[in-house]
């Protein structure tokens, strides 16, 4: 179904258009306290909510739960974005709700099962996306992470350097393979210091 695809766009980390938060607002990339651009690529929820209803009957706020569990708390998606996933998902026949008190509960049905087993991958890439994103943000604000919290010029120049390629892969994202390439040497010669 085309409400679940996202024409192969994908949403990297610190990309234009993709969305980062903690939440409850603080810390987030680049010192944000909210939101900077999109955590999930359009049909990306729809497609990971229908894959986390397939590993068990979910209610919306347990979807909400879940994906912020996974992020280690780095990110929750909105009851005002779930709730009309969840809808959509009901009205193309690929869940259904039963009444649970004054809840939904979201069970997945055969239509369901045969859609997301056509988009597995996906659904498996994006969840371990998100997964990555909260290693990464425990990792970059010292929550766990080798080394702790980052001095307050270091982790500026780091957002400075987040920054100038996000602008650069907007400008022309074709040039990946180039800014990589600068950041691997940049990289190797930190470990040189």
């Known amino acids: 179904m085309d409400g679940l695809d996202n024409g192969g766009r994908r949403c990297g980390f610190g990309m234009p258009g993709c969305r980062w938060a903690r939440r409850g ?18 049909g990306d929820l729809k497609l990971i909510a229908l894959a986390l209803i397939a590993e068990q009957p979910r209610h919306g706020y347990d979807i909400i739960k879940v994906i912020e569990e996974r992020t280690a708390g ?9 709730y009309p996933a969840l809808t959509f998902l009901e009205d193309i026949g690929h869940v259904i709700a039963q009444p649970e ?20 991958d996906l659904a ?11 290693e990464s943000m425990q990792q970059q604000n010292g929550d766990g992470g080798e080394g702790g919290e980052l001095p ?14 996000v602008r650069q892969i907007a400008k022309d994202s074709d040039n990946e393979a180039e800014l990589v390439a600068v950041l691997a040497r940049a990289a190797g010669e930190l470990r040189k210091v």
């Not at 990339?29 to 651009?37: L, P």
């Not at 010029?153 to 390629?165: C, K, P, T």
Request: hydrophobic share 45%; glycine share 14%; net charge positive.
């Open 25 to 42: 607002g603080g810390r987030g990339m680049g010192g944000e306290a909210s939101r900077a651009g999109r955590m999930l690529a359009q």
């Open 101 to 120: 008190g004054a809840k939904k509960l979201y069970v997945i049905t055969d239509d369901g099962r045969d859609y997301l087993a056509e988009r597995r």
């Open 152 to 165: 307050p010029l270091l982790r500026a120049a780091l957002d400075n350097l987040r920054a100038v390629a």
């Open 124 to 134: 498996d890439a994006v969840l371990e996306r998100l997964a990555a994103f909260g």
């Open 74 to 82: 780095w990110y929750a998606p909105s009851p005002g974005v779930v």
